[in-house]
């Protein structure tokens, strides 16, 4: 598969120790993922650090119904066009093929119009203008420029037609993106599922998904329903640091169709239903949290610690750590301020990472090694 790369989809690595950790650092340092609004999350990437993943199945779900059919509909020269886009896409981030980056104003809005476009069928008026060159592109024009494979923004905020132009361009590439992973022999993976995984009553995955629902109630007070997609992934004979073997589910919940406006990560040992990680990854339930400058943050790291240190004893049994270290670096909403402190923490060989928020003292992740 030549120059066609899903970044969503991480599959069959083996990864060291110390590159597990470097990675989860990064992570939760704020490196940037394939979707901008991501960067507003904590938990990022995190997932590809704790033991191989790969491909994960898709059932059907009527949360798409509203949007496939114009997805499907599109004429041969706009599918075409979307597929060189794919094709040209080396991007690490998203937002590294925006002519600038979002505004904290913006990213709401695309929150508020995400969730009409995909649940309620709010469309744009017209389709987001694709040009060869800049010097076709007008004035304050949103649009996609083909010679530099960059999407152009507005020099002001963006209004919500042209939000919505952008949201439809994005779900048209997302679209075609899949169609030829596919055609390649490859199902998409996470953050390119547009169904949750079909279940079947009494298996391993259906009983997964009960202990991942469970958590997500005593964790976050939440219990989900049909209007988010679910992906169910099951690994049998999975090896941690330890050289213990389990039978590893990785379990993603996503709001509210494919707009991504909120989900939460979980990784659970099947063989006895034991959580691994939890954490909260989704921008739209944390984009309007208090943010703090760093010397503010100091004064209620004591305090977060603590609730860092109450959820590991809950959930792992462990007390007493060896060494603490925090940071600042995992949940900022805007250079020099920081809405969340992150804990690694050492507990006879084990490493425990943690984030909670500033605010109101909330678990945004919580992992093991």
Same mark, same amino acid.
């Given at each position: 598969?030549?120059?066609?790369?899903?970044?969503?989809?991480?599959?069959?690595?083996?990864?060291?120790?110390?590159?597990?950790?470097?990675?989860?650092?990064?992570? +939760?340092?704020?490196?940037?993922?394939?979707?901008?609004?991501?960067?507003?999350?904590?938990?990022?990437?995190?997932?590809?650090?704790?033991?191989?993943?790969?491909?994960?199945?898709?059932?059907?779900?009527?949360?798409? +119904?509203?949007?496939?059919?114009?997805?499907?509909?599109?004429?041969? &020269?706009? /599918?075409?066009?979307?597929?060189?886009?794919?094709?040209?896409?080396?991007?690490?981030?998203?937002? &590294?093929?925006?002519?600038?980056?979002?505004?904290?104003?913006?990213?709401?809005?695309?929150? &508020?119009?995400?969730?009409?476009?995909?649940?309620?069928?709010? /469309?744009?008026?017209?389709?987001?203008?694709?040009?060869?060159?800049?010097?076709?592109?007008?004035?304050? !024009?949103?649009?996609?420029?083909?010679?530099?494979?960059?999407?152009?923004?507005?020099?002001?905020?963006?209004?919500?037609?042209?939000?919505?132009?952008?949201?439809?361009?994005?779900?048209?590439?997302?679209?075609?993106?899949?169609?030829?992973?596919?055609?390649?022999?490859?199902?998409?993976?996470?953050?390119?599922?547009?169904?949750?995984?079909?279940?079947?009553?009494?298996?391993? !995955?259906?009983?997964?998904?009960?202990?991942?629902?469970?958590?997500?109630?005593?964790?976050?007070?939440?219990?989900?329903?049909?209007?988010?997609?679910?992906?169910?992934?099951?690994?049998?004979?999975?090896?941690?640091?330890?050289?213990?073997?389990?039978?590893?589910?990785?379990?993603?919940?996503?709001?509210?169709?494919?707009?991504?406006?909120?989900?939460?990560?979980?990784?659970?040992?099947?063989?006895?239903?034991?959580?691994?990680?939890?954490?909260?990854?989704?921008?739209?339930?944390?984009?309007?949290?208090?943010?703090?400058?760093?010397?503010?943050?100091?004064?209620?790291?004591?305090?977060?610690?603590?609730?860092?240190?109450?959820?590991?004893?809950?959930?792992?049994?462990?007390?007493?750590?060896?060494? +603490?270290?925090?940071? /600042?670096?995992?949940?900022?909403?805007?250079?020099?301020?920081?809405?969340?402190?992150?804990?690694?923490?050492?507990?006879?060989?084990?490493?425990?990472?943690?984030?909670?928020?500033?605010?109101?003292?909330?678990?945004?992740?919580?992992?093991?090694?």
């Amino acid at each position: 598969m030549e120059n066609r790369i899903n970044k969503d989809l991480i599959s069959n690595i083996e990864i060291d120790e110390d590159m597990k950790k470097t990675l989860y650092r990064n992570c +939760i340092k704020k490196r940037r993922t394939a979707d901008f609004r991501f960067r507003y999350s904590g938990v990022l990437t995190a997932l590809i650090i704790v033991i191989v993943f790969g491909v994960f199945s898709i059932g059907t779900s009527a949360a798409i +119904i509203s949007f496939r059919s114009r997805l499907a509909n599109m004429d041969t &020269e706009e /599918f075409d066009s979307y597929a060189a886009e794919v094709d040209a896409d080396t991007f690490i981030s998203t937002d &590294e093929g925006f002519s600038r980056e979002l505004t904290i104003k913006e990213i709401k809005k695309v929150i &508020e119009l995400e969730r009409k476009y995909y649940d309620e069928g709010v /469309f744009p008026k017209k389709n987001m203008p694709h040009y060869e060159t800049a010097t076709e592109r007008g004035k304050n !024009e949103l649009a996609y420029v083909v010679s530099d494979n960059i999407v152009y923004l507005p020099e002001k905020d963006m209004n919500d037609e042209q939000i919505l132009e952008y949201i439809d361009h994005d779900a048209k590439k997302r679209y075609v993106n899949i169609l030829e992973l596919k055609a390649d022999g490859f199902e998409p993976g996470q953050g390119m599922a547009l169904e949750s995984t079909p279940l079947t009553s009494g298996s391993i !995955e259906e009983k997964t998904k009960k202990a991942a629902d469970k958590y997500l109630k005593d964790y976050y007070g939440l219990v989900t329903d049909d209007s988010w997609i679910v992906l169910v992934d099951i690994f049998d004979e999975s090896e941690d640091k330890y050289g213990n073997m389990m039978t590893l589910g990785v379990l993603h919940y996503y709001q509210l169709g494919t707009g991504y406006a909120t989900c939460y990560d979980l990784y659970i040992n099947a063989d006895d239903m034991s959580l691994l990680m939890i954490g909260e990854a989704g921008y739209g339930s944390i984009i309007d949290s208090e943010a703090y400058t760093y010397a503010e943050a100091e004064e209620y790291v004591a305090e977060r610690e603590q609730t860092a240190l109450n959820a590991i004893k809950k959930e792992f049994g462990y007390e007493n750590p060896d060494s +603490i270290k925090y940071d /600042f670096e995992g949940f900022n909403l805007e250079d020099g301020k920081t809405a969340s402190v992150n804990f690694e923490m050492e507990f006879s060989g084990r490493t425990v990472y943690s984030e909670v928020r500033i605010e109101d003292s909330e678990l945004l992740f919580l992992s093991r090694f």
